[in-house]
């Protein structure tokens, strides 16, 4: 299985990145694609983990239930009722 590059300019960067690994034109590829899978699954964890802290801060407050719908408090709090 292979693949073709036709962009000069990916090519000159995964040269580029070769020679800076010290590594074949196939290992610069792995290695490029090894990383951004890391950062994308880093990436994933710290929105995850954004996601529970806010959860987590939010389910802190209390719940009041005045037993209102939406237009009724909205009314009374704007003096339409």
């Known amino acids: 299985m292979g693949i073709l590059v036709r962009d000069e300019k990916i090519d000159r960067q995964v040269r580029e990145l070769a020679v ?3 590594e074949t034109l196939q290992g610069a590829i792995g290695l490029a694609v090894e990383n951004e899978l890391k950062r994308l699954d880093e990436r994933k964890e710290r ?3 954004a996601f529970r802290e806010a959860r987590e801060r939010l389910a802190a407050f209390p719940i ?3 037993g209102m719908t ?3 408090f ?3 709090e704007y003096g339409d009722a």
């Open 20 to 22: 800076r690994y010290g």
């Open 47 to 49: 929105i995850e983990r």
């Open 64 to 66: 009041v239930d005045d």
């Open 70 to 72: 939406h237009k009724e």
């Open 74 to 76: 909205f009314d009374r």
